[in-house]
């Protein structure tokens, strides 16, 4: 697995980059190639926040957490990236065919069964250029977590969301 560690407002040692490639590296037996992960450490008070970030044949695997111990933090966040790669795997078995994967796994059996993924509601609406201002206040205006529109700034399409830190956050189309 290729690591890139980053530090904000904290220097990364050489203990901490040990856990990092340790417990992380254990996740590589899912991969068949290998994949990039991107792991940025920060401190916010008194809190530790680890970013984790693993780039597999065009899927993400993400989590992100907090705790006051660092290394506590790296061990959940193994946790919270095992159980997405093990959901992805039961899922695409389920759509393809059983035993599609041979990919070994020596932890104990997944804790719930998959759910078949079923879209309930359609919803279709006009995308009206405006700017990401206007786009967090209309997704405000909704009571919304998200808003999908069309950027006039750059003309492609946007998503503008609101963190767990109450701040915006804005996706916007590669081009």
Known sequence: ??????????DVTEGMKDRIYKRLGKLEKY???????K?????VKDDQIIEATIFDNGVMYRAEERDADLYVAID???DVI???????????????KKGAFDIPYEGPAPIEEEKELKVVKVKRFAFKPMSVEEAILQMELLG???FVFDNADDGGVGIVYKRKDGKYAL???EV
Do not use: W
């Open 39 to 43: 792991v940025t450490i920060r401190t």
């Open 1 to 10: 697995m290729k690591f890139i560690i980053t530090g904000r407002k904290i």
């Open 171 to 173: 996706i916007e189309q």
């Open 82 to 96: 095992e159980r997405q790669l093990r959901k992805h795997k039961t899922h695409l078995e389920k759509k393809l």
């Open 76 to 78: 959940k966040i193994v």
């Open 31 to 37: 991969f068949k190639s290998e994949p990039e992960a």
């Open 144 to 146: 919304h977590d998200f």
